[in-house]
């Protein structure tokens, strides 16, 4: 998707006109008759008044005032976007300007936002993937206040979105751990930001204990990619760490998941790797001034014969040993040794994601972020912050060190599940294990998949993290 800043001449390009009910829209209408049309529409309630002009489509959209803040205002011209989208498709339209015609700079970019999120497609596997795209494929902007930097910002996370969105939609028949690895050093040579990858021999002899407990029912090895942008003008000496959850497929290994809608969809349990993915990608492209250090431990967990199984005792990274009781909460194995290996960095903040637990789905459903942590306060209300901005909204979950003693073994110094009750919160408290720095772990379970439609954040993998991370770090650099 190509977004670009409109000439200010829209008279022979197909244009959506944002308004609000009381805007003047007669300088791009065709006389009185046509000016006392769109009065009588928009005085009828009507939001969306479209017309066809032959050789150009003219669509004016009607966004309410209202006391709503401004977050909530970004969001609902996001979903009018959205809801434009299958009457600009039936048009088979391959450009369009959005103008603002009367409504804040702010509703207009969001609206190109949702409009470019709404356009994406995931046709790879498809035979006939050519009849199948959308031709809508340049986006325009038509507003005063938006300037080259607003324009860069909002198509490198657009794309950045799209390409976290590919990786999660992609099958285990394809993205094993080291095509993960390969996918995002690609990513890393496109948007400017360096990618190492540990092999399996390397992982091996830096004894990372959980990463390599749970491939061991695999017979694809794992990796460990470590990514970097380091700008010289970064504000920040020491650097922010995003750590992202990479078990590119998850069967449950020996406590295995029932298949229909559980296992069926877990080609996505590698969504918080792909979130980290994106992020850099809108942090390099962008060029944030700004220092980001990525971790992303990879690998699938599968019953094979030498898998894992419960009643195993691994000993990690940082040398603390773990009693397995589920070999389905593999997500924290992993995480805890590369949370373990950020320590060399001395962080200013570790932000972690990962689709860690359905306990995390069951309480916020699709709708929201479980965070919890033990960074100070203003971390994580800035965090919130961005996540009200892109509404990707964080829930914030009580973090009490009582939580933790439900992850002490009787015959280890970990185990690696709580209980039944307040799994969310326990599994952070097991990762808090292996930090020793500002850390904020955010479990996106219940939005990084989606298995019918989301509006504007489509179906399959949403990209969830991308927008929220990219606003986070612009503001972190300001």
């Known amino acids: 998707m190509k977004l670009f800043i409109a000439d200010k001449n829209t008279d022979k390009e197909n244009v959506i006109l944002l308004g609000r009910p009381e805007t003047d ?21 009507k939001e969306v008044i479209e017309l066809n002009r032959f050789d150009r489509l003219v669509v004016i959209r009607i966004l309410k005032s209202s006391d709503k803040p401004l977050h909530r205002k970004r969001e609902e011209a996001r979903m009018a976007a959205y809801a434009l989208h ?6 088979d339209l391959e450009e369009v300007i959005i103008a603002n015609a009367g409504v804040f700079c702010e509703e207009t970019v969001a609206f190109a936002e949702g409009l470019a999120l709404t ?27 938006v300037d080259e930097e607003i324009l860069n910002r909002l198509s490198s996370t657009v794309e950045a979105v799209c390409h976290s969105r590919d990786l999660v939609n992609e099958p285990l028949s394809y993205l094993t751990a080291e095509k993960l690895a390969e996918e995002v050093t690609a990513m890393g040579r496109e948007a400017g930001f360096t990618v190492e990858v540990f092999n399996k021999k390397k992982i091996e002899s830096l004894r990372m204990g959980g ?10 090895p794992p990796t460990f990619s470590i990514l970097e942008w380091k700008p010289e003008n970064a504000v920040n000496e020491k650097p922010v760490v995003i750590v992202g959850k990479g078990v590119v497929y998850d069967t449950g290994g020996m406590s295995l998941k029932p298949t229909h809608d559980s296992m069926d969809y877990m080609k996505c349990d590698m ?9 850099f990608y809108a942090a390099a492209k962008a060029k944030l001034p700004v220092w980001v250090i990525g971790l992303i431990p990879a690998t699938d967990n599968r019953p094979d014969g030498n898998a ?5 005792i691994v000993k990690m990274y940082d040398g603390k040993t773990v009693e397995v009781l589920n070999t389905d909460a593999e997500g924290r194995m992993i995480l805890a040794d590369a949370l373990s290996w950020a320590k060399q960095y001395d962080p200013e903040l570790v932000v972690e994601l990962s689709t860690l637990t359905g306990s995390a789905h069951v309480a916020l459903g699709k709708y929201g972020i479980a965070g919890m942590g033990n960074a100070p306060g203003d971390m994580m209300e800035a965090l919130k912050l961005s996540g009200d901005n892109t509404y990707e909204r964080i829930a914030e979950f009580p973090f009490w060190e009582e939580y933790g003693e439900l992850m002490k073994s009787d015959i280890a ?29 955010l479990d996106i379970a219940g939005p990084a998949f989606n298995k019918t439609e989301d509006n504007y954040r489509g179906k399959g993998g949403s990209g969830i993290g991308v927008r929220l991370l990219a606003d986070f770090l612009y503001h972190f650099s300001r």
């Open 413 to 441: 110094d970990l185990k690696n599940i709580g209980g039944r009750l307040a799994g969310a919160i326990t599994a952070g408290k097991f990762l808090e294990n292996f930090t020793d720095y500002p850390f904020i772990h």
């Open 25 to 45: 829209f007669s300088e791009w209408l065709n006389g009185k008759a046509e000016s006392d049309y769109v009065r009588d529409r928009i005085d009828s309630d």
């Open 86 to 91: 299958p009457r600009l498709k039936e048009y």
């Open 271 to 279: 969504a918080g790797a792909a979130t980290v993915a994106g992020t």
């Open 308 to 312: 894992y199984v419960p009643g195993d």
């Open 119 to 145: 356009n994406y497609q995931f046709l790879k596997y498809f035979s006939d993937r050519d009849k199948k795209a959308h031709r809508l494929n340049r986006i325009g902007l038509r507003s005063e206040k």
């Open 211 to 220: 990463i390599l407990a749970v491939n061991r029912g695999s017979i694809d």
